[in-house]
Every structure is written in C-alpha cells, then in structure tokens.
C-alpha cells in the first residue's frame, strides 16, 4: 500500500471539497443577491466582529456572546437626534408589527447601540428605547469599546459642537470632546443602515436608508430561509 499517494488523493480531495463549497457558497450569496429587494449582502465568513464588552440598557454585560444564537438587527443611534434615529425606531416597530401578523418568520432582535454614551447612560437608553418597544435592547459602555465595535460594520459618524455664537466645530469620531461640550450642545452626523447579522454574531446583511418595512420584511424572511 502507497501511504504517501493516499495522502496525496486525501490532501487534492480535500481542496476539491473546499474549492467546491467555497463556489457554491459564492453562487448562494449572487444567486440571493439578486432576489432581494432593498438590502445588501456584506457578509464574509472569514470576518469575525472584534472582541467588545458593553453594558445593555439594565446595566447588565453585553459582549459578541449576546448577539449569537438568534438573528439580530444592529442599528446605531443617539437619542439626542432629532429626526433619523427615532424614525429608524419606528421602523423596526413596525416591521415587528407586520412580522407578527405574518407568522411565517420569528422577528429578529432588535439592538440598538449608542453613537453617545458620554449622555447615553444605560438608564437613559431604558427609557427612550422602550418607548419603541420594551423587547429592543439598548446598549452603551465605554466611547473606546463603541468604536471599535463600529468598524466591521462601516459606519460612521462625527460630532458637531454648536458655541452660543453658533459657531460649529466638527470632531471625528477618533477626536476627544472639548470639556465644554456638554455645556455648549453638540449634534451627531451619522450613517444610518440597519445590519441583519446571522446567528454566528457576524454581519450578513445592510438595510441603507430610508428604511422600508415591509420590504425589509420579505428579505429577511428570505435571507433566513436559506441561510
């Protein structure tokens, strides 16, 4: 018996097998691409979100362990914004809504995580996000473990300090704030998609704005069918 000629059939085998399943997976995310109708598959197998540590709107530990295990919807948000991020709210609102009249799909959870955490506390997430729904989860923590959770996912956003003489100042997101920041008010400029993750924790798939729920419903309820 040849050992080294059966190992080198098992050793081509095997990258047969991996050429094959790595196409087919390819071909499942074009072929899916191509029937959905207001979202984006980003999603790459080998992209794994970095280690984080928050707290979620009880005070209680939320880390990548917390979005694994069911379907999440990931939004980034403030609760100072005026107008984008309670209308991203109200959105997710109604797509549970049309989710449970539906009753072919379980409604991912909700997440929504604080661009602001320096006025975001856990408690104030408590009260403005459940004034949406009581089952969407808030999340705050320290700005360093915000931004590097921010990364994967592509999103962006820097603060606009407005000064009594209406003056603005733009910050980065990686630019610390002026002790008088909290005094003098500031505005947050912001991406505004939505993430669909897969129960691995990792990022399948983006809603861009303006966000439509009841198409989002049906890309989802594809997306999870034939992940």
């Known amino acids: 018996?040849?050992?080294?000629?059966?190992?080198?059939?098992?050793?081509?085998?095997?990258?047969?097998?991996?050429?094959?399943?790595?196409?087919?997976?390819?071909?499942?995310?074009?072929?899916?691409?191509?029937?959905?109708?207001?979202?984006?598959?980003?999603?790459?197998?080998?992209?794994?979100?970095?280690?984080?540590?928050?707290?979620?709107?009880?005070?209680?530990?939320?880390n990548n362990e917390h979005l694994k295990g069911d379907w999440s919807l990931v939004l980034f948000i403030y609760t100072h914004c005026p107008d984008i991020c309670p209308t991203e709210l109200m959105d997710m609102a109604s797509l549970k809504r049309l989710m449970e009249e539906d009753k072919t799909a379980k409604m991912p959870k909700v997440v929504a995580i604080t661009f602001d955490p320096l006025r975001d506390t856990p408690e104030v997430l408590k009260t403005y996000i459940s004034y949406f729904d009581k089952d969407f989860i808030g999340v705050s923590g320290e700005q360093a473990q915000i931004d590097r959770l921010i990364k994967p996912f592509g999103a962006y956003y820097e603060r606009v300090i407005v000064?009594?003489?209406?003056?603005?100042?733009?910050?980065?997101?990686?630019?610390?704030?002026?002790?008088?920041?909290?005094?003098?008010?500031?505005?947050?400029?912001?991406?505004?998609?939505?993430?669909?993750?897969?129960?691995?924790?990792?990022?399948?798939?983006?809603f861009p704005s303006p966000h439509k729920p009841k198409e989002m419903m049906q890309d989802i309820k594809l997306i999870m069918e034939h992940f």
């Open 1 to 62: 018996m040849n050992y080294k000629l059966l190992s080198g059939i098992g050793v081509v085998a095997l990258a047969v097998v991996s050429f094959y399943l790595v196409n087919v997976d390819k071909d499942y995310r074009a072929i899916l691409s191509q029937q959905l109708k207001v979202s984006h598959i980003i999603y790459n197998p080998d992209k794994e979100l970095p280690k984080f540590s928050l707290l979620d709107y009880d005070n209680q530990a939320f």
């Open 163 to 206: 000064a009594e003489n209406g003056k603005q100042t733009i910050l980065k997101a990686s630019e610390k704030l002026p002790e008088n920041a909290l005094k003098e008010g500031y505005i947050i400029n912001h991406t505004a998609w939505i993430y669909l993750l897969n129960p691995e924790g990792q990022i399948f798939a983006g």
